[in-house]
């Protein structure tokens, strides 16, 4: 018809106008931004006023309009426009200064990709303006009954008479300041304190110890030096190194300086720990830059990838290297045994990583990759020992990808012997359900961090596992009590409790785990006990003891494996300024669901692409692509 000759003219006009424009800006004519408005304000009344018998029209109009409204506002001139307003409300909180770095380093590389989520092609076809959906949502149920289809029944591992345990070492969440000084206050308005950009002490009160603070500072590189000081000559078969050295500084930091601290760390293990299979780290999300962030669709993300896997090369096999360099991820065979290190990555997995908003899948397959390591394991008998940064539970862990490991957990029951994260610096756990009734599937270890932050004892732990089944058989956690650290000016690391004895059980089995949550509901001497080491014995921990109506919500924590069930399990969240009602607000409205983005479904979720070809990528309205793959036969793979 005339009208929709008059749309498509108009569209195609519009378009080509603003790519003009993009051109003109790359040659250094730049666009005034109110021209560029114009023509957006043009494309949005162009698709009010549309032919509602026209719909191919319609979602021309509006994947033109949203698609250069989004390119607009992840421009550099628009960010120089939002610069003033966030400056005055980050001011109004923090320091000027520091408030500048954190706009500098963190939301001009954020806020494109937030902007990123309502992209033309998920928000035109949810506005009714395209018939066809660009994207479908993620198929749980269907995932669930294929992977646990060949559940088999649960048994679990036979402890031998040997008395000479495994024993490893777990240690998380360094978060080592080198900007650390007791020349400044203990109090500030920014992240965190004690350090060099710290206002100046009011005295003796305010100084910060040698050894570190219980408030909101990070430890001093000594602290962690006198960790590994402590472990050298304990003759430990391996350490578990869960990540996250970089200090809470995120404004001020760059990727020099995580590979500076990280590098630190790195190189005072190595002086005690060279051999293959001595050392197994993962990342962590405070190692991305800015915090949290990693594209790993990029290739700058290799300069994380590409430093550690050099870094660590002298603990990992050359498949693992590579795997770490490709992907942030490996797994390996402990020499000399049949238990296999499974560790995952953080940034695929973090729905903090704003890289992610657009697309919140199973990027870069990492659940595929898992199900395949856990079912080549369980074809070859070996015992798992999952280690990783985000534990299922962690309300920054994509609930959807949560739930997927969870059921992943569920069925290879059997094999798996530990989970072993860190990020929330608590000294606790989660006790995994089975899809069976009467049935358990597991144990997460949350493990409380090396730093003090905020107001903690550093801590590390010791396991013994069993050297024929691997079953862990217990635990003893280790502190630094930093305050007579500080007081005798001798950081000296001493047993804060052994699990088995503490809680008066016999092993460390699912049903133990399930009873002691049981039981912190239900018995207030048994909740203290466990409150006073949840804060590591810190002042937080005493708050946490006196506080018995959190005798329920610590319950569900404890028997929530994913966030989801924590909210169903309390009831859901009141109205507050808490940090756990803004959390809950985070997680349920801003970040994405998991869904699929149909053009790049094949691309993000299976590992044998080929060949794309693309026809006529000069069109002004549409671009089309095709995706050529082989397929292996019998090939395992259960799409997420």
């Known amino acids: ?94 320091d000027s200064t520091i408030c500048e770095e954190i706009y500098d380093n963190f939301v001009i590389v954020t806020f494109p990709n937030i902007f990123s989520r309502f992209s033309a092609d998920i928000m035109c076809p ?15 149920e269907e995932y669930k009954k294929s992977i646990l289809a060949k559940k088999p029944e649960r048994k679990y591992p036979v402890l031998s008479n040997s008395s000479k345990p ?26 965190t304190c004690c350090r060099i950009d710290s206002p100046v002490k009011h005295g003796p009160l305010d100084t910060p110890g040698k050894w570190g603070h219980l408030g909101k500072c990070d430890i001093p590189f000594r602290t962690a030096e006198s960790f590994v000081e402590s472990i050298k000559n304990q003759k430990y078969d391996f350490v578990v190194w869960l990540g996250d050295s970089p200090a809470h500084d995120i404004y001020a930091q760059s990727k020099e300086s995580h590979k500076d601290i990280i590098g630190k760390m790195t190189n005072k293990l190595q002086s005690q720990f060279k051999e293959l299979g001595s050392v197994y780290p993962v990342l962590g999300n405070h ?31 050359a498949e693992s290297q590579e795997s770490m360099r490709l992907h942030g991820r490996y797994s390996q065979l402990h020499p000399g045994t049949t238990l296999r290190i499974v560790a995952l990555n953080p940034f695929v997995i973090t729905a903090a990583n704003t890289f992610l908003w657009k697309n919140a899948t199973d990027r870069d397959g990492q659940l595929i990759w898992l199900e395949k390591t856990l079912d080549l394991s369980e074809k ?26 969870l059921v992943l957990v569920d069925r290879y029951a059997n094999i798996i012997r530990g989970q072993l994260f860190g990020h929330t ?51 003893v956690q280790y502190r630094l009590y930093i305050e007579e650290a500080n007081r005798l000016d001798l950081p000296v690391w001493k047993a804060s409790y052994r699990f088995k004895s503490y809680y008066d059980v016999a092993n460390m089995e699912d049903k133990t785990f399930a009873a002691i949550a049981q039981k912190v509901k239900e018995n207030k001497e048994v909740y203290k006990k466990f409150a006073i ?49 803004l959390t809950a607000v985070l997680v349920k409205y801003v970040i994405p669901p998991w869904e699929y983005m149909q053009q790049q479904h094949l691309i993000y979720t299976n590992q044998q692409l080929s060949l794309i070809h693309i026809s006529e990528p000069t069109r002004p309205l549409y671009i089309s692509y095709a995706v050529f793959c082989l397929k292996k036969k019998k090939t395992l793979i259960h799409d997420p």
Not at 126 to 140: A, E, L, Q, T
Not at 390 to 404: D, G, I, Q, V
Not at 428 to 436: N, Y
């Open 287 to 317: 190692e991305g830059y800015p915090c949290d962030n990693l594209d790993i669709n990029s290739k700058e993300s290799n300069w994380l990838y590409e430093y550690v896997s050099k870094l660590w090369s002298p603990w990992l096999t």
């Open 1 to 94: 018809t005339a009208t929709t000759e008059i749309y498509t003219r108009s569209i195609v006009g519009s378009v080509r106008c603003v790519q003009e424009t993009d051109q003109r800006r790359v040659h250094g004519d730049s666009q005034p931004l109110q021209m560029r408005f114009a023509i957006l304000i043009f494309l949005v009344l162009s698709v009010a006023i549309a032919d509602g018998n026209t719909m191919q029209v319609q979602c021309a109009l509006c994947m033109g309009a949203l698609g250069k409204l989004i390119k607009l506002l992840s421009s550099k001139e628009f960010m120089a426009v939002l610069r003033n307003p966030v400056m005055i409300v980050c001011k109004s909180i923090m």
């Open 533 to 581: 080491m949840a804060y590591a014995e810190g002042p937080r921990a005493i708050k946490l003891v006196e506080d018995e109506t959190m005798m329920g919500r610590i319950y569900c924590r404890l028997t929530s494996a994913c966030f989801d069930d924590y909210e169903k399990c309390i009831g859901g969240f009141h109205f507050g300024l808490t940090d756990e009602y």
């Open 126 to 140: 949810k506005m009714g303006f395209c018939d066809s959906p660009r994207i479908v949502p993620g198929n749980f």
């Open 380 to 405: 070859n008998g070996e015992a798992v020992l999952i280690i990783g940064h985000f534990p299922s539970y962690s309300p920054y862990t994509m609930k959807e990808w949560a739930k997927r490991y």
């Open 166 to 191: 495994l024993r490893f070492v777990t240690v998380t969440d360094g978060h080592v300041d080198l900007g650390y000084t007791q020349e400044k206050s203990t109090e500030c308005k920014s992240l």
């Open 425 to 475: 610096h608590w000294d606790s756990f989660q006790v995994v359900p089975s899809s069976r009734k009467g049935e358990l599937a597991g144990v997460v270890f949350e493990h409380p961090s090396l730093t003090t932050y905020p107001s903690l004892n550093p801590s590390y732990r010791v396991y013994e596992m069993d050297p024929k089944s691997y079953a862990l058989i217990d635990y």
